[in-house]
């Protein structure tokens, strides 16, 4: 009999952020294919005898290829086995879950998908930012900083088309991104916030203006991996007394 494949979202970092139906999949697995942002602690949920494969990025390694990782889950589901694909956030938002369905099913193997908490919420709300926001920002939109090898075509256009903007894979070109906002037509005054490491013990998040948030997340050493938010919204970040007992060093600074 065949096995099946389950595209499971870690969420953003915090392991407890996983949903039932991850745990509940991820204890039956045979193999995990896990990546680099996906929450290490959820390995353990695994049973011991399970088959663990690292499909993230480390320094001085590649990555597997996308084949590759298809072909790995297709052959051990073919085999028989249950194979939980373990991503960091949700496995549908900027995760290429939908060509490890697509790849399932072309190979006429079962596939289910189980949804996390993304970091493009939950990284702002970690940091005091809800992304709507009655009287403050009604739409949002969530893209990428490096889908066209920088600020690029998709961010410009949405630019301006929404209140609320979340920029993820943004962390490490804070300014190229801020400078693209601002020529696309974004107030250059408008509050925006980077949240490194969100529900994670080391979170570590600024507020500033767009103008200025290259300088200041650079001036706190705050890189990958981290969402950029843009937006009035941003401004609750410094009302956010309601976080529960965030960790002392959680809202490093405000400037
Ligand atoms: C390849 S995308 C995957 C997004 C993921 N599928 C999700 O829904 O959260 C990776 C990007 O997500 C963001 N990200 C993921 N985990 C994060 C975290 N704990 N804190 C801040 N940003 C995070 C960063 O922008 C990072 O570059």
Redesign the pocket.
Known sequence: VSGIVYLV?G???DPRLLTLRGAEVLRTADVVVYDR?APAALLDLAPARAELVDAGKAPGRASPSQDAINALMVSRAKAGRTVVRL???????????GEEALACARAAVACEVVP?????I??PA?AGIPVTHRGLGTTFAVV???ASGGAGPDLRRVATAVDTLV?????NRVDEVCEELVAAGRDPEEPAAL??????PA?RSVVSSVRDLPQVSKRHGLG?????VVGRVVGLAHAAEWLAAPPLDRALSSS
Do not use: I, N
């Open positions: 979202g969420g953003p970092g942002l991503k960091g956030g949700d496995p549908f938002v900027f995760g290429r879950g996390g908490v993304s970091a493009a939950a990284g970690s990428t900083a490096t920029v993820l894979m943004a962390g949240v490194q490491w969100a529900t994670t979170q990958p991996p981290a969402v950029l």
